[in-house]
């Protein structure tokens, strides 16, 4: 009967570990839920405020080393070296493949070093951990603009926009599209 009580003890510990590592996710999506609804309503100057708390929630993956890989990866890109944050964010995703900024970091790398394949497979996998990643998708309409498939670049940012009515330079890309579309040069 011992036996099976500090088996019993380990099982509930093991549980209890597994249930507190989860515990952070449960409360990101929560809040992450908030930031959304209060998003749709926000006036500019919230809006900026709103995403830029969505965006932390974001980074957060839930474990020191993989959020200074992350860290590791961006300033790399902001000091020049994108080949250098694939390295680093590679990294990431082998340990922690489904934290999505990683992989949204690293299609952001990818983007800055011309691979625009790599990158767009890296937006697809942002996109199925996070449907509401609206900058993974301005990202993919930029692509798909440099691509030269306005459609397909209009379709993800109004796809964008329909999430965050304010993203950054989204409504000047639908119009520049919109007009381009309707073979108007701006």
Known sequence: MKAHLGLHNRIVAAL???FMAGAPAFGQTATLDDLFARLKTADEAE???ITQDIWIEWSKSGSPAMDL?????RN???QGAPEVAIEHLTALIDHDPDFAEGWN???TAYYQTGNLGPAIA???QVLTLNPRHFGALAGLGAIFEELDKPSEALEVYRAALAINPH???VEQAIR???TKLQGKDL
């Open 122 to 124: 890296d937006i697809g």
């Open 76 to 78: 790399a890109m902001a």
């Open 167 to 169: 993203a950054d330079g």
């Open 47 to 49: 809006s900026q405020r």
């Open 176 to 178: 520049r599209i919109e």
């Open 16 to 18: 209890v570990l597994v």
């Open 105 to 107: 970091a690293r299609a």
């Open 69 to 73: 890989l992350l860290e590791r990866g």
